[in-house]
Nanobody, 125 residues
Framework: QLQFVESGGGLVQPGGSLRLSCGVS????????LAWFRQAPGKGHEAVSC????????YYLDSVKGRFAISKDNSKNTVYLQMDSLNPEDTGVYSC??????????????????WGQGTQVTVSS
């Protein structure tokens, strides 16, 4: 019964910023691993970032490290992705997902089977 509603995408120039939000229904966020994925035109999904439900540890794709930041607000059942210094290569549909934690590992080891429909991010001059 998990459902996700992403918002915050849009068209920005290179160097610009966007803040994506994902509202989650069907579960509290406390014990879920949460992730943002993106899919560029004609490409498969790649994991951009994730946050571990239990301890809040995070993972970032190397190409976005230092530019993107994932966070969550458990009381609002919302996960965020702050994106700064955007590049054209960041263009794609960004989707949030929830996964089942793997004991002893952070969110990068989770299996993400529940997805939202995504929000379009376009970075172009």
């Amino acid at each position: 019964q998990l459902q996700f509603v992403e918002s915050g995408g849009g068209l920005v120039q290179p160097g610009g910023s966007l803040r994506l939000s994902c509202g989650v229904s069907g579960s509290t966020l406390d014990y879920l691993d949460l992730a943002w994925f993106r899919q560029a035109p004609g490409k498969g999904h790649e994991a951009v970032s994730c946050i571990t439900g239990n301890d809040g540890s995070t993972y970032y794709l190397d190409s976005v490290k230092g530019r993107f930041a994932i966070s969550k607000d458990n009381s609002k059942n919302t996960v965020y992705l702050q994106m700064d210094s955007l590049n054209p290569e960041d263009t794609g549909v960004y989707s949030c997902a929830a996964g089942r934690p793997v004991p002893g590992y952070n969110c990068s080891r989770a299996t993400y089977a529940a997805w939202g429909q995504g929000t379009q991010v376009t970075v172009s001059s």
